[in-house]
């Protein structure tokens, strides 16, 4: 087949390439190599933005952002390159924003373009957009990345606010999820805000790269335990980054010596993965119901991670072991967690073992493939 990938969320796309160019699939990857982390991309689409700190500056911005036209002056220097976007089997964007940082107006534009010119096109239901927003302000979660919301701190949410009060991002992402041939979800945050649409799918999960390389399951350990916490810039209110870091720093109180602890912050891709290696456990996010990339990354190198895994999700899995740790967003709780196995360390490789053969099962790209050609070939 001819496939063409739009857009990037943490390797998804990446991943998704690299297996179908293995199965002797024709790929063209597009994306903007997903901001700071400067993944790999055949075609680099990018919204250049001039460095500026003055007020007005932010202001012209935020304005730009909520009106719907970012880019839409710049996007004439890719016009070349959107015409060669047509004579696909299956195009598949990752969310409606699949343009990142051009507007809904200009990815309007192009999803038209790509409907019209190519013979299937899917979504595939990862990062944010206004269904799974509206989803998480509206409580149908038991907790989100908005229960901090308040006239106080909406400056953390600007953002993510535009994807549902910004001007033409709800209709864009509407018309999207109605005339794609299906809606493919990643994880199941995604799932419950899309499973309203008859063309939703089952999950699809993420491929997880190199997954049958063997890895050594440490089975005696030393203090200091090593705890690793991968820390996004600006995305605290997102994944509770700030949450864990004082439910750490207590336990560093309590155990001085029995605890190293490492935060990485903003480094690209390929550096953050190597930095993570002599971790024991692995601090991820505690505001998703499911885990997200860098949770099965870890897990895929036998940490014990600690990221979203609700029971909801287990159920829809139909998995009663617990190959992670379900972090919620409470620092009591979180503290609990760490210190039982902070003083039990014989867990670390029961959860090491745990998470290799659940990666292993779910998220193996042959696994993966064969959901994905079922959904392509029957949509």
């Known amino acids: 087949m001819k496939i063409l990938l739009l857009g990037e969320y943490s390797g998804a796309h990446n991943n998704l390439r690299k297996a179908l160019k293995q199965e002797g699939h024709e790929v063209k990857l597009v994306s903007d190599g997903d901001g700071y982390k400067c993944l790999d991309s055949d075609v680099f689409i990018k919204y250049e933005r001039k460095a500026s700190t003055n007020k007005l500056s932010k202001i012209s911005r935020i304005l730009l952002l909520y009106s719907g036209f970012q880019g839409s002056i710049q996007i004439f220097k890719h016009i070349q390159t959107l015409k060669e976007f047509k004579g696909y089997d299956v195009v598949q964007l990752i969310n409606p924003i699949f343009l990142n940082e051009f507007g809904p107006i200009v990815n309007f534009f192009v999803f038209k373009y790509i409907r019209k010119n190519n013979k299937k096109v899917f979504l595939s239901a990862l990062g944010d957009d206004y269904f799974w927003i509206k989803y998480c302000l509206d409580r149908n979660f038991e907790y989100s990345m908005f229960d901090d919301l308040s006239l106080k701190s909406i400056k953390r949410y600007i953002y993510p606010l535009s994807y549902v009060y910004g001007f033409f991002n709800p209709f864009l992402n509407r018309y999207i999820a109605k005339n794609v041939n299906a809606i493919i979800p990643g994880l199941y945050d995604y799932y419950a805000a899309y499973k309203q649409f008859e063309n939703c799918t089952d999950i699809v999960p993420l491929i997880v790269d190199d997954v049958e390389k063997d890895i050594e399951i440490v089975k005696q350990f030393r203090y200091p335990i090593k705890i690793f916490h991968g820390w996004q810039p600006n995305k605290e209110s997102r994944k509770g980054n700030d949450i864990f870091d004082k439910a750490i720093k207590s336990l560093i109180k309590k155990y001085p010596n029995k605890i190293d602890y490492k935060i990485v912050a903003g480094v690209p891709y390929s550096e953050y993965i190597n930095s993570f290696n002599e971790a024991d456990i692995f601090i991820d996010q505690c505001f998703s119901q499911d885990k997200g990339i860098n949770a099965l990354l870890g897990m895929k190198s036998g940490k014990v991670v600690f990221s979203g895994f609700e029971d909801k999700v287990k159920q829809y899995y139909h998995i009663e072991d617990e190959p992670l740790v379900n972090a919620i967003p ?28 659940y990666i292993e099962k779910f998220h193996n790209s042959k696994y993966v493939l064969e959901k994905y050609f079922k959904i392509w070939k029957e949509y």
């Not at 609990?336 to 073992?353: A, F």
């Open 330 to 357: 409470n620092s009591d709780s979180i503290f609990e967690e760490l210190e039982h196995i902070v003083l039990n360390p014989s867990l670390i490789p029961k959860y090491s073992l745990k998470a290799r053969k």
